[in-house]
């Protein structure tokens, strides 16, 4: 009886370890809620919040990789693609510069960028989002 | 009791071999290269070259995405960017801006004489740690002077007087040693 539950057990220890080398699953959960229809909260940039109160801007990532952004205030929509690769949210149509995904619970967003000011240091652009309806973007 | 000794060691030394598996003998370059880091010396073949202001001030910018930016505040070009990956544990390649001369310069308009390619150039990573970064790179000297390696500095106008000067660039190996410091960011 002792020898017959001997086996299993070693073998549940062997993939109870194993999977502790991995993020993969982390990095899928991150994928997925990336996918959706955002609404611009707000922007910091350096720490300081920027009015945008008479702005309304909106992203839409794709399941399928797709990218969407919606100036609504100009009524422009811009397309492109989007990844996560490397711990980071690449938007086609902003590369060279990519996003560091601070949150992203499914409900809200949380983006940073980093681009060089004018003294070859860096400004740190914070946006949040918020998961809003896909009707918000005309299409 | 064989059995048993073989049903125990079996799966914990397959466990040990998959814990093993997870660590590295040496720390993991890709990592460490992550941040801002800012120009401080570039020597070639073992003499410190002096720096023309605009590439005092160099920023270089690595992102965990495989992309990386440079900004030289005091440059004609002060943006380049280009894909970098590190390959062994032991090189840094990056792909960068590169100029050539065309073929036959002289016979081009002075608009044709040069042709921009975006090409792979492999660096050895000496050094990488919290705050210095030292990359090596053997090249031609031509390759690194009209290259964005790491500011891109004018071309001249090819005339029957520099002609032979620029090839002999082309064909003279030279090893440059770049010296970065870590710009703490948030």
């Known amino acids: ?139 | 009791m064989n059995k048993i000794r073989l049903q125990i060691c079996l799966p914990v030394l397959l466990a040990s071999f998959f814990l093993l598996s997870c660590e590295k003998d040496e720390p993991d370059k890709t990592a460490s290269m992550s941040g801002l880091w800012i120009q401080e010396k570039i020597t070639v073949d073992g003499v410190e070259m002096v720096l023309p202001d605009d590439a005092k001030s160099l920023s270089l910018l690595i992102e965990p995405n495989g992309v990386y930016r440079t900004y030289a505040k005091d440059a004609t070009d002060k943006e380049h960017f280009g894909a970098w990956t590190i390959t062994d544990n032991t090189w840094l390649e990056i792909t960068a801006d590169t100029w050539r001369l065309n073929a036959n310069p002289l016979t081009q308009t002075p608009a044709n004489q040069w042709a921009k390619n975006h090409v792979l150039t492999r660096f050895t990573v000496l050094n990488v740690s919290d705050s210095r970064l030292e990359i090596r790179l053997k090249t031609y000297e031509g390759e690194k002077k009209y290259s964005a390696l790491f500011v891109e500095e004018s071309r001249p106008l090819i005339t029957g007087d520099n002609l032979d000067k620029i090839n002999e660039e082309y064909k003279t190996l030279k090893t440059y040693i770049y010296t970065f410091g870590k710009e703490q960011t948030n």
């Open chain 1, 1 to 139: 009886m002792k020898i017959k539950y001997t086996l299993p057990l070693a073998v549940l220890l062997v993939f109870t370890l194993f999977p502790a080398c991995e993020d993969k699953n982390e990095t899928e959960e991150i994928q997925t809620n990336l996918v959706g229809t955002w609404r611009l909260t707000s922007v910091q940039t350096d720490g300081a919040a920027t009015d945008i109160a008479a702005y309304a801007g909106f992203i839409r990532l794709q399941e399928n990789r797709i990218f969407l952004s919606y100036d609504a205030t100009a009524g422009v929509l811009t397309r492109g693609g989007w990844s996560y690769e490397g711990n980071m949210l690449n938007i086609s149509t902003d590369l060279p510069a990519a996003y560091y995904v601070l949150r992203a619970d499914g409900k809200t967003l949380s983006l940073k960028r980093q681009d060089f000011n004018p003294g070859g240091g860096l400004t740190i652009t914070v946006r949040d989002y918020q998961l809003t309806g896909d009707e918000q973007i005309p299409e």
